[in-house]
């Protein structure tokens, strides 16, 4: 072999190394924890809606996430007990529905992430919605403060109410 083929060789072989070795590293494999009210059974349309939009942003089940899913089989008293156990088992971070469950999971712990959805009144458990502060955020579908706006807005769409207003809370 002559000395400029080996040198190009040997080049080329310096700039492929890295690659192959970053082809060849581990994707990391989250563990999502997910603290619910009811059994997965129940919970099948929630569970489809979030892994659909895992798979959307390139996630796959079982590659590079795993989902622990711990149920308090409507025993709200059960939630403590659970967002502890997907604590110590070290997960990336803990998903939650209903207001009971993410409280839970906020006692339990200051660095995993909370993502609550579907809670009633976030500011039970954030310190603000402009800044919910530590390690909780995420969405609600209703917040308190807001109820004497949906009011007002109730009695101008319904004038004919004259004070009478069914509010079903």
């Known amino acids: 072999m002559k000395r400029r083929e080996f ?3 040997l080049g080329g072989a310096a700039v492929a190394w890295p690659f192959a070795v970053h082809a060849q590293q581990p994707t990391k494999r989250y563990r999502i924890g997910m603290l619910e009210t009811i059994s997965p059974a129940l919970n099948t349309a929630h ?3 979030f892994r ?3 798979r959307e942003l390139g996630y796959v089940e079982g590659k590079n996430y795993a989902i622990e899913y711990r149920s308090a089989d409507g025993r709200a008293e059960r939630f403590p007990e659970l967002a502890a156990e997907l604590v110590r088992l070290g997960v990336d971070l803990i998903v939650v529905r209903g207001t009971p ?3 839970a999971a906020k006692n339990a712990t200051r660095t995993i992430p909370v993502i609550m959805a579907s809670v009633g ?6 310190d603000s ?3 919910p502060g530590r390690n909780v955020t995420g969405l ?3 917040v308190t403060e807001m109820t004497s706006k949906r009011v007002g807005l109730m009695k101008e769409l ?4 004259h004070g009478l207003l069914y509010l079903p809370i």
Do not use: Y
């Open 7 to 9: 040198i190009t060789l």
């Open 47 to 49: 569970l489809d809606a």
């Open 52 to 54: 659909k939009g895992l």
């Open 101 to 103: 469950a993410t409280i």
């Open 121 to 126: 009144d976030p500011l039970l458990i954030v």
């Open 129 to 131: 919605l402009a800044h």
């Open 140 to 142: 609600s579908a209703f």
């Open 158 to 161: 319904v004038p004919a109410s």
